[in-house]
């Protein structure tokens, strides 16, 4: 290809990529350090040959990578679906960054030599089925399957990524949004708001995991505007999260430790609520759905407000002890493990822990790695013990 | 005078952090760093006190001891030529400085790239450009420095080695000479 025709090529890859993102040429021009905007509507037009650094700048801005505007690679739309979400710049930008983020992880994957683990489709639900009762049947199934345990929000992440293969990233939204979901080439993916508290993200994953699993029976459009007030699809979400995260057996038990003389006290809700790590709101709309309590008197103490003052004063110290990674564990081990085995460079591997170099050793120090370990096998197991179940 | 070095961002940030880098460029003579390592990634290195002090590079570019290789040298084109050699499921992933040194190291026919990480020494050797790398070690050792290289690994030769071999692998499926096809040596001449 010649010079001319290549420039253009790329000119017009690196234009799509901007205009996707509804950035102008001065923003873009101003986030890359050129002195105007006539320099990137040159290298856009192909009249301007791009340096390797400015692309390098480029591709940043645009979440994507190197190899994504100079090979051919050609990359499926991906549908996000999002909670609340807005469609300003920012937010098309949040959505571009979180494809991107599992684009790599799906990268790392492949080249840690994983079968892609699409578990989460096993789950069947029928259109036609899709009522309070079988979504509340269907969540009681999971938590019994999957070994969720008594307070499932706590392996809630680790067995949706583990043993279910869907990603989870965490990015702060700001205010563009409190959650998304997406399935794409490189599988189920959910995307939370890093800034909501430990317990509000736990029941984002937990309703964005419901939209996973119906995500092919269900009409996106139908999802789309599901913000819209009595949008019959969120409102099952919210029952399926509810469900999930708060099973029948230990909720009603956890509340009979406390009830005395048929009585139990607003704080006595906002302990059991911590304990499973969900809002006080949540928990008592569960109780109510579980026939513990009346809906009209859990609705006026809300209303009230009495419920909301109290716990927020009591849960003051929960939102500062839960700090919610970028990325998940999962995906730091899988980085770390490309990276150990000369897949992935070191400047890539801060790529994708979205770090600066001089960052790394901090950032794998606290998830109790060391980039300096040379050996990457502690110790071998026999084969004994390996086959073994 | 062994052949002029390419370094890499981690090479760099290295001898910094080593209290080494002068007295490297002043035993060498001079130092080449692609345009994107020098202006986007060799940015600051660690000390025990302060995990970030700022690299400065311009007095020794000034004096020109260190030169910085262009994007005239290599464009992006060259970049692309690069990546599509590879056999997609086989390469490594690197990022920009890296790919633009390891495209000038294809595209020179007497520099010599130091690095130490294991992506950029497996490709190296995927290259079949083996004897166009060095270890830190070698880097080190050819101006006599004594520097206790046993606390990493990753500086000695051994582990360049190691790599290397690593990097080897993939060839087994490929006919010989495979990346060498689009290498066209010595385009910008010698550097001087």
């Known amino acids: ?389 | 005078m062994p052949a002029p070095f390419l370094l890499d961002t981690d090479t760099v940030v290295e001898l910094h952090k080593l209290g080494l880098w002068n007295s490297i460029v002043r035993y060498y003579g001079k130092i080449f760093l692609a345009q994107t390592v020098y202006e986007t990634e060799v940015r600051y290195y660690p000390s025990p006190t302060n995990p970030r002090i700022p690299i400065n590079l311009e007095p020794l570019i000034k004096k020109g001891n260190v030169k910085i290789l262009k994007g005239k040298i290599i464009t992006v084109k060259k970049i692309e030529e690069f990546l599509n050699e590879f056999d997609v499921t086989e390469r490594p992933v690197l990022q920009a400085g890296e790919l633009e040194s390891l495209a000038i190291i294809v595209d020179s026919d007497h520099l010599c790239f130091c690095t130490m990480d294991r992506a950029a020494i497996r490709a190296l050797s995927m290259m079949e450009l083996v004897n166009r790398g060095i270890s830190f070690e070698e880097l080190i050792s050819n101006c006599r420095i004594r520097v206790k290289l046993k606390a990493k690994y990753k500086y000695t030769k051994k582990y360049f080695e190691e790599w290397i071999t690593e990097g080897k692998f993939p060839l087994i499926h490929k006919p010989s000479g495979y990346f060498k096809k689009f290498m066209v040596k010595g385009k910008f001449g010698p550097i001087s």
């Open chain 1, 1 to 389: 290809m010649k010079k001319i025709e290549f420039n253009k090529e790329i000119g017009s890859k690196l234009r799509t990529s901007r205009e996707k993102l509804g950035m102008t040429l001065e923003q873009v021009s101003k986030l890359v350090g050129f002195s105007n905007y006539q320099s990137l509507s040159n290298i856009e037009s192909g009249k301007r040959s791009i340096k390797v650094q400015e692309l390098s700048s480029l591709v940043k801005i645009y979440c994507t990578d190197i190899e994504c505007i100079l090979l051919n690679k050609r990359e499926k739309p991906v549908t996000v679906l999002w909670r609340n979400g807005s469609e300003t710049p920012q937010a098309k930008q949040k959505e571009q960054e979180f494809i991107e983020i599992c684009r790599n992880y799906d990268l790392m994957e492949k080249k840690c030599g994983l079968e892609p683990n699409e578990e989460y489709k096993t789950i069947g639900f029928e259109r036609q089925k899709l009522d309070y009762e079988s979504v509340k049947k269907i969540a009681n199934k999971f938590v019994k399957c999957y070994g969720f345990g008594d307070m499932p929000s706590y392996s809630l992440e680790k067995i949706l990524e583990e043993n279910l293969g869907i990603k989870i990233i965490y990015l702060d939204l700001g205010g563009i949004g409190s959650a998304a979901s997406t399935i794409g080439e490189f599988g189920a993916a959910i995307l939370v708001n890093k800034r909501q508290a430990p317990w509000r993200i736990k029941f984002n994953i937990a309703h964005e995991f419901f939209h996973i699993i119906t995500w092919d029976i269900v009409n996106k459009e139908e999802i789309r505007c599901r913000e819209k007030e009595g949008n019959i699809i969120e409102k099952l979400a919210n029952s399926f999260a509810s469900s999930l995260l708060l099973p029948e057996k230990p909720v009603i038990e956890e509340v009979n430790k406390k009830v005395k003389d048929n009585e139990i006290s607003f704080s006595d809700f906002i302990y059991i609520a911590r304990k499973f790590c969900v809002s006080t709101e949540a928990f008592l709309w569960r109780l109510v759905d579980l026939g513990i309590c009346d809906a009209g008197g859990i609705k006026k103490s809300l209303e009230e407000g009495i419920i909301k003052s109290l716990d927020k004063e009591k849960r003051r110290n929960d939102w500062y002890t839960v700090e919610f990674p970028i990325i998940s564990e999962r995906y730091v081990y899988l980085a770390l493990k490309c990276f150990v085995k000369g897949l992935i460079s070191k400047g890539k591997l801060a790529e994708f822990l979205r770090v600066e170099r001089a960052e790394l050793p901090k950032l794998l120090g606290s998830y109790g790695y060391n980039e300096e370990g040379e050996r990457d096998i502690a110790c071998t197991v026999s084969s004994r013990h390996r086959y073994s179940s």
